[in-house]
C-alpha cells in the first residue's frame, strides 16, 4: 500500500486545517488509519487512529480538537485539525496498520503564534 498525505501548510494560532491521505495499491477498508506528527528535534508522536468500525482514539494533545476520519470509498483518511497552536506545529505522518506499519511521507504543518 503507498500513501500520499496532503493539506499542510503555514497557518496562525486559533486557526484550522485539513490534512489528506490518498491509500493506492490496496483497499483503505483492509487497514486500521492512523496520523502521527513529529515536531523538530523531538520523536514521533502520535496523533489518532480510526478502525475499520470508525472507532476512534486521539492522543492527549489533540483530544477534543482534532479529528480523524476515513471515507474508504474514496480510499482516503482525514485529519481536521481545530484551534491550533504552535506546539502543534511538525511533519505529520499518515500511517495504515495490519500487522506493521505502512507510512506515508509526511506534510508539514506550520503553526504561527
Known amino acids: 500500500v503507498q500513501l500520499q498525505a496532503s493539506g499542510g501548510g503555514l497557518v496562525q494560532a486559533g486557526e484550522s486545517l485539513r490534512l489528506s491521505c490518498a491509500a493506492s495499491?490496496?483497499?483503505?477498508?483492509?487497514?486500521?488509519a492512523a496520523w502521527f506528527r513529529q515536531a523538530p528535534g523531538k520523536e514521533r508522536e502520535f496523533v489518532a487512529a480510526i478502525t475499520q468500525s470508525t472507532s476512534a482514539v486521539y492522543g492527549d494533545t489533540v483530544k477534543g480538537r482534532y479529528t480523524i476520519a476515513r471515507e474508504d470509498a474514496e480510499n482516503t483518511m482525514y485529519l481536521q485539525m481545530n484551534s491550533l497552536n504552535p506546539e502543534d506545529t511538525g511533519v505529520y505522518y499518515c500511517?495504515?496498520?495490519?500487522?506493521?506499519?505502512?507510512w506515508g511521507q509526511g506534510t508539514l504543518v506550520t503553526v504561527s503564534s
Open positions: 495499491g490496496r483497499s483503505l477498508s483492509d487497514y486500521v
Open positions: 500511517s495504515v496498520i495490519r500487522g506493521q506499519v505502512y
